[in-house]
């Protein structure tokens, strides 16, 4: 039989610390994060199309308004580096079913490309291994490393070089979802004007939420959920103060910006806590949209061969 085509599901991601360093003379920060993939999904269909038809790109689902289906997308870029280092059929048809938020710190862009990497792989039988995809994703960004990874990781550098976490249990998320995305270069952009004039550390690893992790103390994880960019993000976005707020007004035992936002990630104790918040962020009328996730969860993989 021959294989027409597969799909691969790519989770979001969490950062329970995101600790950003001063800006380099690269134009980079260094940073150190502590990474959750949670089960919000993206799936990512690849499929060999006609020949001379070349790579085409298409997005459906309810965050894909806005998603670019052309060369600027990353799930393209990942087909390029693959098709070019080996040597695949340069004749792919690749459609994304999106979930998670777009532009909104949760690494969706990232996912994709992740899930691309993934299902060439498997489309060709290229029998990469697991580090040979990180690499490869690597090139892509600081994120996309991750979305093949899954669980729990430290990211060190750029992020991208990562380091499993020993963890245990399960976590309850909710998710809220802006109207609009941010612009991650903006937001670091805004870091550097408000930190400016201060004398800022290079970023460590939180050793009382990696304990906190090992020891599966979901209230100790929550206390110890941090972000330098969250202050960034809501100078440029104020009216996620008022998100935050209602998190912490419902019980929420943690709640940040993910990433550079502008979605915002609460941690509660159960799945009937997650209910009340989910209900109590949808009639608050500041937020877009509300989802239950929960973490950690499988990074990167097949779930189907057309």
């Known amino acids: 039989m021959i294989t027409k085509g597969v799909v691969v599901r790519v989770p979001a991601k969490v950062n329970l610390q995101l600790s950003v360093g001063p800006l380099g003379e690269d134009g980079f920060h260094e940073v150190v994060s502590v990474f959750q993939a949670i089960s919000i999904f993206d799936d990512i269909s690849v499929r060999h199309a006609p020949e001379g038809e070349g790579i085409t790109l298409t997005a459906s689902g309810p965050t894909s308004i806005g998603v670019p289906v052309d060369s600027s997308n990353l799930a393209f870029k990942a087909a390029e580096i693959m098709i070019t ?3 695949t059929s340069k ?5 994304l079913k999106k979930e998670i938020p777009v532009a909104g710190g949760m690494a969706g862009g990232s996912a994709d490309a992740a899930g691309v990497i993934v299902a060439i792989d498997a ?8 580090d040979d995809m990180e690499s490869i994703a690597s090139e892509l960004g600081s994120d996309v490393p991750f979305a093949i990874a899954g669980g729990i990781a430290v990211g060190r550098g750029h ?10 249990g399960t976590y309850h998320w909710v998710v809220a979802m802006a109207g609009s995305g ?3 270069p903006a937001v670091y952009k805004e870091c550097d004007r408000l930190r400016e004039g201060l004398d800022i550390a290079r970023p460590a690893t939180s050793d009382a939420l990696l304990q906190a992790l090992r020891a599966a103390d979901a209230r100790a994880v929550g206390d110890c959920m941090t972000n330098d960019l969250q202050a960034a993000a809501c100078s440029l976005r104020p009216t996620l103060r008022l998100v935050l ?6 019980g929420a035992l943690g709640g ?22 989910t209900v109590a962020l949808s009639a608050s009328g500041v937020v877009a949209g509300v989802m239950r996730a929960f973490g950690p969860v499988h990074g990167a ?6």
Do not use: C, K, M
């Not at 004749?91 to 459609?95: A, G, M, P, V």
């Not at 940040?256 to 806590?273: H, I, M």
């Open 85 to 87: 280092r080996y040597g």
């Open 91 to 95: 004749d792919l048809n690749i459609h």
């Open 123 to 130: 489309l060709f039988a290229l029998n990469l291994s697991r």
């Open 159 to 168: 992020g991208d070089e990562l380091t499993p976490a020993l963890s245990r």
């Open 182 to 184: 941010l612009s991650t």
């Open 245 to 250: 707020d209602v998190g912490e007004e419902y």
């Open 256 to 277: 940040l910006v993910s990433g550079s936002g502008p979605t915002v990630v609460f941690l509660v104790e159960d799945e009937e806590r997650a209910l009340d918040l």
């Open 301 to 306: 993989r097949v779930i189907e061969t057309l």
